[in-house]
Structures are given as C-alpha cells and as structure tokens.
C-alpha cells in the first residue's frame, strides 16, 4: 500500500502561483492531480507517467497548470499558475492512471487551494 500526502495549499489572490507537492511512501507509477471544488464532483486535473513523457491535462487547466515528477524523492508536483477563482478547490493527487478518478488506487488526504478575486 502507498501513502501519499499533499502540501503547498493556501491562499492565493487571483493571477498567482502555488506549487503543490506530493509525497509518496514508495515507488509509484502512473501518478494523476484531481481537484474537487464546493459543491462539485471530483474532477481530474493532469496525470504523468513514470518516465514523465506522456502527460495530460484537463482542458480547464491547460497552459496554466505544469505536473512533474522526482522518481529518486518518490514526490510528484503540480505547478499552478495563472490562478483563477474557480481553481479554488481541494487537490488531491493518486496513483494510477487516464482521467477518470476509477482509474486511481490510493488518493492523499487533499490540499486546499484558495484564490481571491
């Protein structure tokens, strides 16, 4: 079993940047960033392979938003830039892999994200 945990949340006015990081208990693979906003289902955010040369985003975060990856520090990341109001969420990121939140195995606790208008 793989424990993950998110940091790197907070608050942040609109147009700002934040870096959330994970930390995994081992070695993963397929590693994805899913986000789930007030009232909102969870909505998948980037995911990356192990290697990190196939990499996808949501349409709403392309451009913006930069996933990557440390294999040797088990740790992934989410770079967040450009933020808008509607980012505000809970982040959570899971091993797994595609878009769709079933194809992930074991989540983190989540990140909060906070943008002011």
């Known amino acids: 079993q793989v424990q993950l945990v998110e940091s790197g949340g907070g608050l942040v006015q609109a147009g700002g940047s934040l870096r959330l990081s994970c930390a995994a208990s081992?070695?993963?693979?397929?590693m994805g960033w899913f986000r789930q906003r007030p009232g909102k289902e969870r909505e998948f955010v980037a995911a990356i392979n192990w290697s990190g040369n196939t990499i996808k985003y949501a349409d709403s975060v392309k451009g913006r938003f930069t996933i990557s990856r440390d294999n040797a520090k088990n740790m992934i990341y989410l770079q967040l830039n450009s933020l808008k109001p509607e980012d505000t969420a809970v982040y959570y990121c899971a091993v797994g892999g595609g878009s769709d939140w079933r194809g992930y195995n074991y989540w983190g606790q989540g990140t909060q994200v906070t943008v002011s208008s």
């Open positions: 081992g070695r993963t693979f397929g």
